[in-house]
């Protein structure tokens, strides 16, 4: 047991010099992938992604609150969760958990391969939800698949809400969405079987309040229906939603 603490310890070590090695060599870079020994893993720094320049405060503040997320959804949910071989206060080391369902997604895969995965997604988000977890944006590039086991990524993201039901439902509809947005042709397949995973994994009562969420809001479906002939996006993203949740 000693040893292989001591050689745990070494490994992490060399994970460690190999980091700060990178991130002299890439100072503006958030996230950096490296090898070591054949194995994949990413950097994840404390700094901004680019999309919302906060200052120097609030980027602190947004590390430690996923590092919090992270370790209290792994209480429950180890395996759904990044394994971090290193943490220092500036910077977090993960192993790689694989392509992201969006690559996947956009793969040569069969398409029922497809399909099974994200039944699994489905069901793993609903196992999360069922434990109290919430994601917060469970985007298609933010879940990882590989040799059987998803990871979900990017636990920074701040819940809005404070109806704890309310916020299972939006990461269910943000799930779907992130389909729809893709424009696949085999979408409305692809929207069905996470739907299908989540639900048959004690998810029901939650498939029930996302339909009564969109319910409540009318006049955003009104709205998004309207703007339907542009081809927007997003717009056309959660008009879809909608159309497949009625």
């Not at 919090?68 to 792994?74: H, L, N, S, V, Y």
């Not at 790689?96 to 489905?122: A, H, M, Q, V, Y």
Request: hydrophobic share 35%; proline share 3%; glycine share 8%.
């Amino acid at each position: 047991m000693l040893i292989k603490k001591r050689g745990m310890m070494m490994e992490a070590e060399r994970i460690r010099r190999m980091a700060e090695q990178l991130i002299r060599e890439n100072p503006n870079r958030r996230i950096i992938d490296f090898t070591l020994e054949g194995q994949k893993y990413w950097i994840k720094r404390k700094l901004g992604n680019g999309r919302n320049q906060l200052v120097k405060y609030s980027v602190e503040k947004e590390f430690y609150y996923e590092i919090a997320r992270m370790t209290i959804a792994g209480e429950s949910h180890p395996e759904l969760l990044p394994n971090i071989q290193v943490l220092t206060p500036d910077y977090m080391v993960t192993l790689d958990g694989g392509p992201t369902l969006k690559n996947i997604l956009g793969s040569k895969r069969r398409e029922e391969e497809k399909k099974d995965i994200l039944g699994e997604t489905g069901a793993a988000l609903a196992a999360l939800h069922h434990d109290g977890v919430i994601h917060g944006r469970p985007a298609l590039r933010d879940i990882t698949y590989k040799d059987g086991k998803l990871t979900f990524l990017d636990w920074e993201n701040r819940l809005y809400s404070r109806n704890r039901e309310e916020q299972k439902a939006i990461d269910f509809l943000l799930l779907l969405q992130g389909i729809c947005r893709e424009n696949y042709r085999e979408e409305k397949g692809r929207v069905l079987a996470v739907a299908e995973g989540y639900r048959e994994n004690g998810g029901a009562a939650t498939v029930e309040e996302a339909r009564r969420f969109l319910k409540r809001h009318s006049l955003v479906g009104k709205m998004v229906h309207l703007l339907s002939p542009f081809q927007m996006k997003d717009i056309e993203s959660v008009r879809k939603l909608y159309d497949y949740l009625k």
